[in-house]
């Protein structure tokens, strides 16, 4: 079972994990790559419901055919990024353990803030923790190991397990595509276990809207190059490309983590200006600033 983030956003949030797998407890694998070990967990415990986010979409596919050729009913792939999936799809304490096998340690210094494991995420994370539940990663590059830890000790909502932070992986157990790469190399594969200790409230959760129309304008230019900003909510827009023949204007929407851009292309008919955007887009709290914005283009 596959479902993509803007079909599930049109069904009713959070959405209802105990009805669509018919179990009782959940994990979820962030980042399953291949699926294979995914699919080897699905195998190993029938009776938890696996839920896996990944938003490679060559690799869902890859991980759909492993479901599929094990006819597996209790494993749920949801094409998304980590963080928006956490933030919208799932309830407080929905899960027993959440699981990361290799994220992306992007070791670059300019690279740091793309990294998924900070303590937002894993403030995140924890409240979507069932209590006492558990956060496993695995990981073979130390500086992103040693930044996990940092992160994690400025936050009061979960504890290490090891000792001093993690312990040395040995190669039996569940294994991937890239633990393979990495042993075959010769590297040390580390594992940080961390258990939830408190819950944490979260307040800014990105709130998607029904209403997906945006009403048609008179002046264009008003909508060219602008900034509107309500809170952690961010809307900017590119300049208006008026030699397109239907003129265009990039939109940038940034929902607290949840970053997108449409072109909203606009077709002229007698004196307004009707927008067509991408309909693969969620309508968050962002879109209702440029509704509001495009009524006072009139
Ligand atoms: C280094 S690969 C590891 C894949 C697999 N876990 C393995 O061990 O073979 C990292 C995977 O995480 C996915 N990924 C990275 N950041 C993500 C995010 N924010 N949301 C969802 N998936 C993400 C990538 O697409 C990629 O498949």
Request: hydrophobic letters at 35%.
């Amino acid at each position: 079972m596959i479902f993509l983030l803007k079909d599930l956003s049109r069904g009713k949030l959070p959405i209802n994990l105990k009805g669509l797998l018919k179990k009782e407890r959940f994990d979820c694998e962030i980042g399953f790559g291949d699926g294979r070990a995914i699919v080897l967990e699905g195998k190993m415990h029938p009776e938890r419901g696996m839920v896996g986010i990944e938003y490679s979409p060559t690799s869902v596919k890859k991980a759909e055919k492993r479901v599929q050729n094990e006819g597996l009913k209790n494993v749920l792939l949801i094409k998304s990024e980590a963080s928006t999936a956490f933030d919208i799809l799932f309830q407080e304490r929905a899960f027993e353990r959440i699981i990361l096998r290799f994220p992306d340690p992007w070791p670059k210094k300019r690279h740091i803030n793309n990294r998924l494991l900070n303590k937002e995420f894993f403030t995140l994370a924890a409240n979507r923790l069932k209590d006492g539940g558990e956060v496993n990663i695995t990981t073979d590059d130390t500086g992103y190991r040693d930044y996990i830890i940092q992160e994690v000790a400025q936050i009061p909502y979960l504890t290490p397990i090891f000792s001093g932070g993690y312990r040395l992986k040995n190669a039996d157990g569940v294994s991937t595509r890239y633990e393979e790469k990495w042993r075959d190399m010769g590297k040390d594969i580390y594992e940080i276990g961390l258990r939830k200790v408190s819950h944490p409230k979260i307040n800014n959760q990105i709130t998607i809207s029904t209403y997906f129309r945006l009403p048609a304008i008179k002046r264009l230019s008003c909508l060219s190059d602008k900034i509107i900003k309500d809170g952690d909510v961010i809307l900017r827009t590119g300049k208006l490309n008026a030699a397109a023949e239907d003129k265009e204007i990039w939109v940038y929407f940034v929902d607290w983590h949840l970053f997108q851009k449409t072109k909203l292309i606009f077709r002229k008919e007698g004196n307004r200006f009707f927008p067509v955007y991408n309909q693969d887009f969620l309508p968050a709290k962002s879109f209702e600033l440029l509704k509001n914005f495009m009524e006072t283009c009139q």
